[in-house]
């Protein structure tokens, strides 16, 4: 996605008055929220407090010549998400006084199992399908997940 249509949606959202906004495709997931969360009251009575306080943005300082000149911008790294494929309880281990499947820094392999997710009193052990290096584990141990949701963020090997 480029700079133009996140734009483009912002500008649909205040024309709109839409505090929130949501697209998720195959290769990326964009989130907007805007800190207001829509129209403010017309009249504001005694006592009334914004939950946002606007503020004002400082001028913007003289640049000198050199810091004209866009800096080269490195290349992201890419990453990739295992996500969850089923509503359910998370677990990183397969008991409670047994090691982590997988642990930040874990190389892992399209078979490798890095967690279980029960759901109905059945255990399923989740694979990587993906191989690379865990960077991120995004889930506490223990805690409901959704249908899609992140689960752990693979940097591709």
Do not use: W
Request: hydrophobic share 40%; aromatic share 6%.
């Amino acid at each position: 996605m480029e700079l133009k249509d996140i734009k483009a949606i912002i500008d649909l959202m205040r024309k709109n008055n839409l505090s929130e906004f949501e697209l998720e495709r195959q290769d990326y997931k964009i989130k907007l929220k805007r800190a207001n969360g829509g129209p403010q009251p017309a009249t504001e009575e005694p006592g009334y407090y914004p939950l946002v306080p606007a503020q004002a943005a400082p001028a913007p300082l003289p640049a000198p010549a050199a810091a004209l000149a866009p800096a080269p911008v490195a290349a992201p790294t890419p990453s990739l998400e295992i996500e969850s494929p089923m509503i359910g309880t998370f677990y990183r281990a397969p008991s409670p006084d047994a090691q982590c499947y997988v642990e930040v820094g874990s190389e892992v392999h399209p078979e490798t199992i890095v967690c279980l997710i029960e759901a109905m009193k059945v255990m399923n052990e989740i694979k990587a399908e993906v191989k690379g290096v865990v960077t991120h584990v995004l889930v506490e141990n223990a805690k409901p997940v959704e249908f899609g949701q992140p689960l752990f963020r693979i940097r591709p090997a």
